[in-house]
């Protein structure tokens, strides 16, 4: 299937690591030119190189902390400046720390805020723009399975990404009518570093070690196992593409089955 992403420019924030990676290596498989971020400049272009590599894509690498709004617009304005537009925006962050409410301090509650809500909205304000412009646009939120079945010990996550869930809908409702599709995808529990640090965590406090914890995990999951970056970014690039244009305002699950409900 030809997804119709060739010369198309996307942006994939937090993207040396994780689900980041693997999105922005399925979009340049598909023939997209990129621009990347995360937080440390020598982790970042080197995956910048090694996408590019791989690929033959064209990567562009800007060292930024999505919690601050000066970093967002310096990464957009590089890539508007090195290919003339963006394309296709794809929000990522890493999740904010675990804990109850009681354990969560005011300053995490903030920092979160910036971190998970406010990156991904000052993205959108950023990119918007050219994208109503040439009636063409292409935003992809990653959020989390938390939206939809709160997770046990993610009070920061479970709060914020639903309300960065409430925000798209009514955004995608917005920019329909220029062209623009506005989509949620919620990953599950995913091969990535920051499970296993979250697998870590929760074993030590349970006494009991990371892979009996990871156990727990895949032992609710219908398939039985934890999923592969790649199997998320699959979906990611189909929903970007020139071949999901009828599809905004979705939150879909890539979860193996783990969210109980109907909906």
Do not use: H
């Amino acid at each position: 299937m030809d997804l119709g992403l060739k010369n198309r420019v996307a942006l994939v924030a937090a993207s040396s690591q994780g689900l980041g990676r693997a999105v922005a290596e399925e979009l340049a498989a598909e023939g997209a030119s990129l621009v990347l971020c995360a937080r440390e400049p020598k982790t970042l272009a080197e995956v910048a190189s090694t996408i590019a590599d791989g690929s033959g894509a064209y990567v562009l690498a800007v060292p930024a902390d999505v919690t601050v709004a000066d970093d967002i617009k310096r990464v957009v304005d590089a890539g508007v400046e090195r290919f003339g537009r963006i394309d296709i925006l794809v929000t990522n962050a890493g999740g904010p720390p675990a804990g109850t409410f009681e354990q969560i301090t005011r300053e995490q509650w903030e920092n979160a805020m910036r971190l998970t809500l406010f990156s991904a909205i000052e993205f959108a304000r950023q990119v918007l723009p050219g994208m109503k412009e040439r009636r063409w646009g292409r935003i992809l939120n990653i959020t989390s399975i938390a939206v939809k079945q709160p997770v046990e010990n993610l009070m920061l996550s479970n709060s914020l990404r639903a309300g960065l869930t409430g925000f798209a809908r009514t955004l995608a409702n917005e920019v329909a009518a220029d062209g623009i599709t506005v989509n949620n995808i919620m990953p599950g529990y995913t091969r990535t570093d920051r499970l296993e640090d979250l697998a870590n965590m929760m074993a030590e406090k349970q006494g009991i070690t990371p892979a009996e914890f990871r156990g727990k995990w895949e032992k609710e999951i219908p398939m039985g196992r934890l999923g592969e970056p790649r199997e998320f970014a699959a979906l990611a690039a189909f929903l970007v593409s020139e071949r999901a244009s009828y599809i905004t305002g979705t939150s879909i699950p890539v979860d193996g089955g783990w969210i109980k409900s109907l909906l």
